[in-house]
T-cell receptor, first 110, second 113 residues
Framework: QKEVEQNSGPLSVPEGAIASLNCTYS??????FFWYRQYSGKSPELIMS????GDKEDGRFTAQLNKASQYVSLLIRDSQPSDSATYLC??????????FGGGTRLMVKP | DTAVSQTPKYLVTQMGNDKSIKCEQN?????MYWYKQDSKKFLKIMFS???????INETVPNRFSPKSPDKAHLNLHINSLELGDSAVYFC????????????FGPGTRLLVL
C-alpha cells in the first residue's frame, strides 16, 4: 500500500523564523510531489509542486526533493502568523492518483 | 466566480438515511474527483471521473454511488448512512487525467447522528 508520512505536529515557530516541514513516501515510482496548504475549515490549496531532485523556490517557499531517500520537504522562510495552517504533502503516482499524507499543523507565533 | 462548488456545505442527518452531495466546476476540466477527509485530517480519494467515465473507485463501500451527468458535474449519493461516514467530503477537478494540479471545492461537512 502506498503511504505518505508526515509528522502531525503541531510545529511551532516564532514569527520570522524558518519553518521546515517534512514528508516521506513509500512508492519508488512516484514522479510528482505537491504541497497543499489547508486553513482550518477550508479546502486544500496547492502552493508548490516539484518533479525533479533538488530545490525549487517560489517566494518564501522552497520545496526540496530527494528521490533516492524518498523524501520531500517544504521550507517557509520569514514565517508569518498567516502561514499557520495544516500543510499536506501529496504524491502523484503512475495510477493517476494523488495520495496525501496526514498533514503537519504549523503554528507561527507573533 | 466559484471554480469548484459543492452543495450543501453542511449536512446533518440520522443513521440509515440516504443523502446526496452535488459538485459543479466551471473550469472546463475533464476530470473530477471525490475525496473524504476524516477527523484526523487524512484526505483520501474515493472516485475519479474523466469525461463522465468512472476511472478510479478506491475500495469504497457500494453504499456510495457517484454519478456524472456531464463533465462539469459529479454528484455523490450515499445510501444507509453510518456513523463512520461522518467526515468532510471534497470535490476536486483537474484539466485532464494526466494533469496533477487539482482544484478543490469548499467541502461538505457531513455529520451522521
Amino acid at each position: 500500500q502506498k503511504e505518505v508520512e508526515q509528522n502531525s505536529g503541531p510545529l511551532s515557530v516564532p514569527e520570522g523564523a524558518i519553518a521546515s516541514l517534512n514528508c516521506t513516501y513509500s512508492d519508488r515510482v512516484s514522479q510528482s510531489f505537491f504541497w497543499y496548504r489547508q486553513y482550518s475549515g477550508k479546502s486544500p490549496e496547492l502552493i508548490m509542486s516539484i518533479y525533479s531532485n533538488g530545490d525549487k523556490e517560489d517566494g518564501r517557499f522552497t520545496a526540496q526533493l530527494n528521490k533516492a531517500s524518498q523524501y520531500v520537504s517544504l521550507l517557509i522562510r520569514d514565517s508569518q502568523p498567516s502561514d499557520s495552517a495544516t500543510y499536506l504533502c501529496a504524491v502523484w503516482d503512475a495510477g493517476n492518483m494523488l495520495t496525501f499524507g496526514g498533514g503537519t499543523r504549523l503554528m507561527v507565533k507573533p | 466566480d466559484t471554480a469548484v462548488s459543492q452543495t450543501p456545505k453542511y449536512l446533518v442527518t440520522q443513521m440509515g438515511n440516504d443523502k446526496s452531495i452535488k459538485c459543479e466546476q466551471n473550469l472546463g476540466h475533464d476530470t473530477m474527483y471525490w475525496y473524504k477527509q476524516d477527523s484526523k485530517k487524512f484526505l483520501k480519494i474515493m472516485f475519479s471521473y474523466n469525461n463522465k467515465e468512472l476511472i478510479i473507485n478506491e475500495t469504497v463501500p457500494n453504499r456510495f454511488s457517484p454519478k456524472s451527468p456531464d463533465k462539469a458535474h459529479l454528484n455523490l449519493h450515499i445510501n444507509s448512512l453510518e456513523l463512520g461516514d461522518s467526515a468532510v467530503y471534497f470535490c476536486a477537478s483537474s484539466q485532464d487525467l494526466n494533469l496533477e494540479t487539482q482544484y478543490f471545492g469548499p467541502g461538505t461537512r457531513l455529520l451522521v447522528l
